[in-house]
């Protein structure tokens, strides 16, 4: 588990990189782990957004009395 932990560091902490690189007229390849890092980031954001909403809406429903 932590091994897999510092390897998904390591690729969030070069996929950084890779994003300021780019924005500084980087190679082709830079350009293009940028681009998958920003996808990911705002899968990531989405995703959170959505759960965020879920347990508001779940915290709601058992306030209210209301079961799922």
């Known amino acids: 588990m932590g091994v897999a932990l510092v390897i998904v560091l390591l690729l969030a902490v070069g ?3 890779c ?4 924005e500084r007229s980087g ?3 830079v350009r293009g782990v940028s681009r998958a890092t920003l996808a ?3 899968m990531v954001r989405r ?6 909403a879920e347990d508001r809406r779940r915290i709601s429903n058992t306030a209210s009395g209301d079961s799922d």
Do not use: F, H, I, K
């Not at 995703?47 to 965020?52: G, I, N, S, V, W």
């Open 27 to 29: 190679p082709a390849w």
């Open 19 to 22: 994003v300021v690189w780019a």
């Open 15 to 17: 996929g950084c990189g």
């Open 47 to 52: 995703d959170a957004r959505r759960r965020r």
């Open 40 to 42: 990911v980031g705002e």
